[in-house]
């Protein structure tokens, strides 16, 4: 299984809540009304899917072999 390794860009991020609906194995969202991984070192495949539908661009995800 692969690993990733997720990060997110608080600054940019505008709160819509759509990586926590998608990809709520790893995603939340947090008291700052912004997105929040649970996992920086995460192997749950959704996190692709958050980095191709966040609007903003915020999260990145690197495969971490
Ligand atoms: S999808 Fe992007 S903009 Fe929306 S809450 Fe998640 S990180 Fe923030």
């Known amino acids: ?3 990733y390794k997720v990060n997110i860009d608080k ?3 505008i709160g ?3 990586c926590a609906s998608i990809c709520p194995e ?3 969202m947090d008291e700052d009304g912004k997105a929040m991984y ?3 070192d995460s192997d749950v495949d959704c996190n692709k899917d958050a980095v191709e539908n ?3 661009g915020s999260i990145t995800v690197e495969e971490a072999g």
């Open 16 to 18: 819509c809540g759509v």
């Open 38 to 40: 649970l996992s920086v």
């Open 54 to 56: 966040c609007p903003t």
């Open 26 to 28: 790893n995603w939340f």
């Open 11 to 13: 600054d940019t991020c």
């Open 1 to 3: 299984m692969a690993k």
